[in-house]
């Protein structure tokens, strides 16, 4: 018998969803039947926000979209109080917007490492703090998106990489203070088909034969999709995941392929 996750009657807020894991992640849950709440920094009229709806428009859920900064706690305040009032509630927040901070130990500026920690960790502390009340009652679950970097990390990868690692903490920290009412689960994905890390391979990987020998140590012989990672996550949000909880689970797409010493 086949595996069916039906989240029809489900209610999923997924952050960053303008492009790249967001996007993937948005499409995966609405193709389990969730009705889908998107949010991003660009405002809802503007050509990346109405592209986002016109992709979803394909599946037979609910989209909508908020403009929603995650580095302005403002913004986020107005996102969860614009939630509540259309909404009432939520079944499931999957916390995935962040950026990339790779200027390295010594280079990383003041105004890099607030940055940093902002986004890349700072916000979703906040958006699951403020979400609670939406999830509660509702065997809600949190989804915080890490990444390989909380396992293993390459110079020049600073303050990126202690973000992450401190996104782990936090999970086991979710789970233990909203638990067991609303799950909390990290994802840490390693390289995965965005523009973003094509470029970042390519620009250490130049050759067609330091490409394969690269091919040849992954263990899987290709990067990940986001489809893929929006697969975890309806997997994670379903009844067969009813037993995940503080955990970060490590996607690994090429991490023993990079991310090594020799």
Sequence with gaps: MALTIDLKGKIALVTGVTSGIGLGIAKMMAKAGCTVIGCAEQSETSDVAQQFLAEMESFD???????ADMVVTEEIDGLVSDITGDYGRLDILVSNAG?????????TTEKDWKFNLDLNLSAHWRLAKRCKSLLDGNNGVIIVMASNHAFASI??????NMAKTALTGLVRSLAIETGPGIRTI??????????GNQQWLNSFIRTKEERQQTIDLHPVKKLGTVEEIGGWCVFLSSKYAGFASGTTYLIDSGRN???QDN
């Design 99 to 107: 950026q990339n901070v790779f200027t390295g130990l010594e280079n």
């Design 61 to 67: 859920a609910h989209t909508d979209y908020f403009k």
């Design 257 to 259: 392929a990079v991310l």
């Design 155 to 160: 110079s020049g990868c600073a303050p990126y």
């Design 186 to 195: 990290g994802i840490a994905p390693a390289f995965t088909d965005t523009s």
